[in-house]
């Protein structure tokens, strides 16, 4: 895959990349997303969730309190998963993403760069930086 990179004009613009990066994210994929907070990773979510079948746009929202929100496709299904209030290793493990990554799966996990084992088994890594009010420059590095 190597490395992408593009540029956002709007939300609008970050949710249609989403969904055409569904294209590229066949599953089984454990995807970490970078960014600082409100930097875009759950706007683009809301395009891989719709790209996949998994969820409306209107119907995915940060899974910061829950952490976990799972989305299911015909196909794929979405796992979008919120790190920031993991602090350990063992808070990391009591949430059981190893059984999460089956064969039709994708782990879209932000904060996921806090933990080295996700850095070490990451697929894809997607960064979102804020370059303006609304636009984002995102760059996808994958193996």
Excluded: C, N
């Excluded at 990179?5 to 249609?16: D, F, K, L, R």
């Excluded at 209030?85 to 089956?102: H, K, P, S, W």
């Amino acid at each position: 895959m190597g490395t992408r990179e593009v540029i956002t004009h709007s939300p609008e613009e970050t949710i249609t990349f989403g969904r055409t990066l569904a294209e590229t994210l066949a599953p089984p994929k454990l995807v970490l997303l970078r960014g600082e907070l409100g930097a875009g990773k759950t706007t683009l979510v809301k395009g891989i969730a719709e790209g996949f079948h998994a969820a409306r746009e209107e119907d995915v929202t940060s899974p910061t309190f829950t952490l976990v929100h799972e989305y299911r496709g015909p196909q794929v299904t979405v796992y979008h998963i919120d790190l920031y209030r993991v602090d350990t290793a063992r808070e990391l493990e009591t949430l059981g993403l190893d059984d999460l990554l089956a064969h039709e799966s994708l782990l879209l996990i932000e904060w996921g760069e806090k933990f080295p084992r996700l850095q070490l088994e990451r697929d894809v890594e997607i960064a979102l930086e804020r370059m303006g009010e609304s636009q984002r420059r995102i760059l996808i590095t994958g193996r």
